[in-house]
Structures are given as structure tokens and as C-alpha cells.
T-cell receptor, first 113, second 114 residues
Framework: GNSVTQMEGPVTLSEEAFLTINCTYTATGYPSLFWYVQYPGEGLQLLLKATKADDKGSNKGFEATYRKETTSFHLEKGSVQVSDSAVYFCALRFSGGYNKLIFGAGTRLAVHP | ETGVTQTPRHLVMGMTNKKSLKCEQHLGHNAMYWYKQSAKKPLELMFVYSLEERVENNSVPSRFSPECPNSSHLFLHLHTLQPEDSALYLC?????????????FGQGTRLTVV
């Protein structure tokens, strides 16, 4: 079946550190891939997306590249800020039809000054 | 005004109560969703409505009953819940049919069943 696996958290970093959150997927076919972020007390917000192999999604200093050969979509940021503290969800969906997102379990990021 | 609004934000109910969660979207989208977010578990898709018709029901117990009276509103009616139903319930909407189309989420209703 289709699934998403993320690295377990929490991830604890100091401000300005480099961030990587690993995400791998299992899917029949070629899904679109997403990273969503959930700040404390809020719903999910789309952070970035990629719709085909080798696409790079980027937003707010975060990047992720769709790697078909390794079925991965790792999230990276060169220099994190305290305001990046949140839970990050990797997700996939297939084209057409309604928007059935399949989520990973989420990775909590805590950034300290 | 946010794109997807959920009310109430917090709800405490007894196991014999009947309550409803409300979701409203102001984005002109044609599909709406209910997700359940429990601690340390992936988000679970509960129901999908596309063009006001229920197109998916992921083996959700009958004590959860969705209603979509029009494309802008979605309800989740709750009755005789169990303590394990305590969770954050998230509503989302999207304009479907295209690859990679974005789902917009509300802030959620934090439900506690006592």
C-alpha cells in the first residue's frame, strides 16, 4: 500500500543550526509530495510541494527534492530559527480526483536560542 | 478571516452527549475533508466530500456522522463517544481534479471525551 515514513522526533537544535528531517515513501505510481507544518495550537499549513521526480520545492528557507530513485523527500533548512519550532508532516497524494493526502506521523522540531 | 474556520476550538463532552463540530470554508473549493489527529499517530482521513457527495468513509465508527449541506459547510455529528475518541479533529478543503493541488486546513477542534 501507499505510506509515508518520517524520522522520529523530537529534533532539538540550536538557533542557526542545519536541519534535516528525513521522509521516505512507498507508493504505486508517481505521487505528488508535500511538507506541511503545524505550529502550536494551529492547523496544518502547506510548506512546500513537488509534483514530479527531481522537482525541488522551496519556501521560507526550507527545501526538499523529490528523489524517485531513493523514494525520498527530505526536508532541509540551512539555518533554523526559534520560530521554526513546530511539527512537520510529510505527505503524498496522487493526481486527479479528490485530494486524498497520506501523511507521515510527523516530526516535532524544537529550536533553542 | 481565515480560509477554513472550525468551531468550537475546544469541546469537552460526556460519553452520553450529542454534539456537532462545524467547518466552514470561504475559498470556493469543491471538496472538504475530516481528519483525526491523535497523539503519536499519523493523521487519519475520516471522510471526504466532493461536490457535496460523500466519496470516502474510512471505516469510521457510526458514532461519527458527517453532513455536508453545501460546498461551503461540513459538520461532524458526535454521539455516544468513547474516551479514545479524544483527539484534534481537523477539517480541510481543496479544489480538486489537479495534480498537487493544495489542501487548506482549519485550526481544528480539540475534543475531550470524559
Amino acid at each position: 500500500g501507499n505510506s509515508v515514513t518520517q524520522m522520529e522526533g523530537p529534533v532539538t537544535l540550536s538557533e542557526e543550526a542545519f536541519l534535516t528531517i528525513n521522509c521516505t515513501y512507498t507508493a504505486t505510481g508517481y505521487p505528488s509530495l508535500f511538507w506541511y507544518v503545524q505550529y502550536p495550537g494551529e492547523g496544518l499549513q502547506l510548506l512546500l510541494k513537488a509534483t514530479k521526480a527531481d522537482d525541488k520545492g522551496s519556501n521560507k528557507g526550507f527545501e526538499a527534492t523529490y528523489r524517485k530513485e531513493t523514494t525520498s523527500f527530505h526536508l532541509e533548512k540551512g539555518s533554523v530559527q526559534v520560530s521554526d519550532s513546530a511539527v512537520y508532516f510529510c505527505a503524498l497524494r496522487f493526481s486527479g480526483g479528490y485530494n486524498k493526502l497520506i501523511f507521515g506521523a510527523g516530526t516535532r522540531l524544537a529550536v533553542h536560542p | 478571516e481565515t480560509g477554513v474556520t472550525q468551531t468550537p476550538r475546544h469541546l469537552v463532552m460526556g460519553m452520553t452527549n450529542k454534539k456537532s463540530l462545524k467547518c466552514e470554508q470561504h475559498l470556493g473549493h469543491n471538496a472538504m475533508y475530516w481528519y483525526k489527529q491523535s497523539a503519536k499517530k499519523p493523521l487519519e482521513l475520516m471522510f471526504v466530500y466532493s461536490l457535496e457527495e460523500r466519496v470516502e468513509n474510512n471505516s469510521v465508527p457510526s458514532r461519527f456522522s458527517p453532513e455536508c449541506p453545501n460546498s461551503s459547510h461540513l459538520f461532524l455529528h458526535l454521539h455516544t463517544l468513547q474516551p479514545e475518541d479524544s483527539a484534534l479533529y481537523l477539517c480541510a478543503s481543496s479544489q480538486d481534479g489537479g495534480q498537487g493541488s493544495e489542501a487548506f486546513f482549519g485550526q481544528g477542534t480539540r475534543l475531550t471525551v470524559v
